[in-house]
């Protein structure tokens, strides 16, 4: 890991977290009007809440999980707040900076002020609050995404082929057995050929994962043609060999930059995650390099966890890319980021002769909240001949 990029990139994440809850903090503590004869019990509050996330990160990698599980539950949740906190007291502010310029908001606002701010204050944290519970529960509601493509190739023995994809499931503190059971059941009922992990399968702190061996009921899968998967950017954050070494001990196959081929039927590619060489002094190869020499007249699928660079994928001939990644945002208005910063942010599209989809991901990074996307487990039935 490159220690002085790694610690720079924190210290950035520290200082924007410790600034924005500054200004939720203070802005709170002006809406109730509070004093310091009055204010201790909201200030000792706040400084749990705010010290919960980074303390729960070092506890967890520090093997204390009983102390660490509560204040995971309470930093990663209250990053969504904080957030929808911090846009709401920003878009006052820009009405209030508006009105400073144009003067179109009635007397009565600046006559009552203290009553208009705490008035705002329950409001907006009702609205969120509300939010908030329904996307807590959305995210505990995964679906099975189908889709059915046809790969003019033939695959010798084989006509069809069911994939069961999943993303991003970030097993973890808040993505424990209960989940990945589920998880488990949701891919038996597919009944799949092989099974497709498609990064991010663990979260950054892989410790707690190993000792309370939270994946256990991945090693129930089976699928005539295997299990297989590939990195994300989280197994290098949490350590890629420990993250390795797991998912192999549950019966997964890793594609670290290979080319397998399936039941002599068809090629499947799996791509170190691109941030590799953020974390570690490796690069990956690049997309021509590892597929050189194969069987081009094999069909190909191809994991590559971030849906950068559809061109060079197209360009290469294949025939079809899983990715994931983005969360499709996770949660709203962020979906409009990532909608920016992709080609696609979820779902299907075909480029030339290739197939791409981009899975919105099983689990969740962070607040364990979904607000605008939804987690699913893609279902993919694919039809190979010649010029259908």
Not at 119 to 128: A, E, T
Not at 268 to 296: C, H, P, Y
Request: with cysteine; proline share 5%; hydrophobic share 45%.
């Amino acid at each position: 890991m490159k220690r002085a990029s790694i610690i720079i990139f924190f210290s950035i994440v520290l200082g924007i977290y410790s600034l924005l809850n500054y200004y939720v903090f203070l802005r709170g503590w002006q809406a109730l009007s509070l004093t310091k004869s009055n204010g201790l019990g909201y200030l000792i509050a706040c400084s749990v809440i705010f010290i919960s996330y980074p303390l729960s990160r070092f506890l967890e990698r520090s093997s204390f999980l009983k102390i660490s599980e509560p204040f995971v539950w309470l930093g990663s949740f209250w990053l969504a707040p904080m957030a929808y906190f911090f846009f709401s007291l920003v878009l006052i502010d820009l009405v209030r900076l508006l009105d400073h310029w144009f003067g179109f908001l009635p007397q009565w606002v600046y006559c009552s002020c203290g009553k208009t701010k705490f008035l705002l204050f329950m409001i907006i944290s009702g609205i969120i609050l509300m939010s908030l519970i329904i996307g807590l529960i959305n995210a505990r509601l995964p679906r099975i995404k189908k889709l059915k493509i046809t790969i003019p190739k033939t695959a010798p023995g084989m006509k069809e082929l069911t994939i069961a994809a999943v993303s991003d499931i970030h097993i973890g503190m808040l993505i424990k057995h209960r989940m990945v059971g589920r998880l488990a059941r949701m891919i038996e009922g597919i009944k799949p050929d092989i099974i497709l992990f498609v990064g991010d399968s663990i979260d950054e702190a892989p410790g707690p994962v190993v000792k309370l061996n939270l994946g256990e009921p991945l090693k129930t899968l089976h699928a005539p043609l295997g299990k297989y998967g590939i990195t994300g950017n989280h197994e290098y954050i949490g350590g890629a060999e420990k993250c390795i070494a797991y998912l192999e001990s549950l019966g997964i196959t890793v594609l670290m930059d290979e080319v397998v081929t399936i039941g002599g039927a068809f090629n499947l590619a799996g791509r170190i995650d691109r941030d590799v060489d953020r974390f570690t002094r490796n690069k990956r190869k690049d997309l021509q390099e590892l597929l050189k020499g194969i069987d081009t007249s094999l069909p190909l699928i191809l994991m590559d966890h971030q849906p950068f660079h559809f061109e060079i994928a197209e360009a290469c001939k294949v025939d079809m890319q899983l990715s994931g990644h983005t969360h499709h945002g996770q949660i709203w208005p962020f979906n409009y980021v990532t909608k920016a910063m992709y080609e696609i942010s979820k779902g299907y599209l075909k480029k030339g002769n290739t197939h791409f989809y981009v899975s919105s991901g099983y689990g969740t990074w962070g607040p364990p909240i979904r607000l605008g996307s939804r987690p699913e487990v893609v279902e993919v039935k694919i039809t190979f001949g010649e010029n259908l």
